[in-house]
C-alpha cells in the first residue's frame, strides 16, 4: 500500500486520482478547502482540511501529514483557481501566484523529508509544462500593475517550470519530479467566472477537452513506475527535452530565491 497526498484533491483530476489510488488500495491523504466536497470523497480517503492559499494553511497541512504519516510515497499537485479580478491573500500576495505556484513549493519543500523515507517516491506537478506563453513579471511578481487572470495563469504555470528545475538541482536525486501537463481537460472549478465564460468554457470542453479519466492515467502511470531521472518534463505523452528555455537553471535560481524571501 503506498501513501498519496493530493493537493487539490476534492475536485477535477485531483478527486479522480484521490478515488482511483483508493479503489487500488492505497491510502490517501487529500489536501482541500472545502470541508463539504472533502466529506463526499468517501471514508477511504482522508481529508486534510487546508487553505492553501495562505502560507499558514500550507504549514498547517505539512505538519497534519507529518503527524498522520512518516512516509510519503507520492505528492501530486493539482491545487489552482482562477481569479476573474486580482485577490490579495491574507499575506499579501497574488492569488494565483500563492495557490497555484507557492503552495506547491511549499508543500515539496515540507514533505520532502517524508518522501526522501519511501523505496520509491515521486513529486508529480500538474501544470503547463511545453506552454512558452507568459513569463515571471521579476519586477511585480504579484501583478500589482496590469493584472489579468490569463497573465497571472500563465506565470504561474512558468514558475511551476521553474519550481521542478529548482527541486530536481536540489533534491532530484533522492525524490524525482515530473512536470505533467495534461492539456485542455473537462475539469476544474470555473465557479469563479463570469457565466457568458463559464458557458463558453463548457461548449470548448464538450467539443475539444479530455476526459479526465484519459488526463490523470499519466499521472497514475508515474507513481506506479517513478522516473529514476532528477526532472522529467511531459506534455500529453510527449517528453520534453530540459533545455527549454522555460526550464532555465538560471531563472530557476533567481525565483528560489525571490520565493524564500517570501517565505521567511
Not at 493584472?147 to 524525482?176: C, I, K
Not at 527535452?241 to 526550464?247: D, S, Y
Amino acid at each position: 500500500m503506498a501513501v498519496i497526498v493530493i493537493s487539490g484533491g476534492t475536485g477535477g483530476m485531483g478527486r479522480a486520482l484521490a478515488l482511483g489510488r483508493a479503489a487500488r488500495g492505497d491510502r490517501v491523504l487529500a489536501i482541500g478547502s472545502d470541508q463539504a466536497k472533502g466529506a463526499r470523497l468517501g471514508a477511504g480517503i482522508e481529508f486534510v482540511h487546508a487553505d492553501l492559499s495562505t502560507l499558514a494553511g500550507n504549514r498547517a497541512a505539512v505538519a497534519a501529514i507529518t503527524a498522520a504519516t512518516p512516509v510519503v510515497d507520492a505528492l501530486a499537485l493539482f491545487a489552482n483557481r482562477q481569479f476573474p479580478r486580482r485577490v490579495e491573500t491574507e499575506d499579501g500576495l497574488e492569488a494565483t501566484f500563492a495557490l497555484y505556484y507557492l503552495s506547491r513549493h511549499l508543500l515539496g519543500r515540507g514533505l520532502t523529508p517524508l518522501l526522501a523515507a519511501s523505496a520509491r517516491p515521486v513529486i508529480v506537478n500538474v501544470a503547463g509544462v511545453g506552454t512558452t506563453r507568459g513569463t515571471i513579471a521579476w519586477d511585480d511578481p504579484q501583478l500589482t500593475r496590469g493584472y489579468g487572470m490569463v497573465r497571472a495563469q500563465l506565470q504561474a504555470g512558468r514558475a511551476n517550470d521553474l519550481l521542478g528545475v529548482a527541486h530536481a538541482a536540489g533534491h532530484g536525486d533522492v525524490v524525482p519530479y515530473v512536470l505533467y501537463h495534461p492539456g485542455f481537460t473537462r475539469s476544474g472549478d470555473a465557479s469563479m467566472l463570469p457565466a457568458p465564460l463559464r458557458a463558453a468554457l463548457r461548449l470548448a470542453a464538450r467539443l475539444a477537452a479530455r476526459p479526465v479519466e484519459e488526463s490523470v492515467a499519466a499521472v497514475h502511470d508515474f507513481i506506479d513506475d517513478p522516473p529514476k531521472a532528477p526532472l522529467t518534463a511531459v506534455d500529453r505523452g510527449r517528453r520534453l527535452p530540459l533545455t527549454l528555455r522555460t526550464l532555465d537553471a538560471g531563472d530557476a535560481a533567481r525565483l528560489a530565491a525571490l520565493t524564500a524571501e517570501i517565505r521567511a
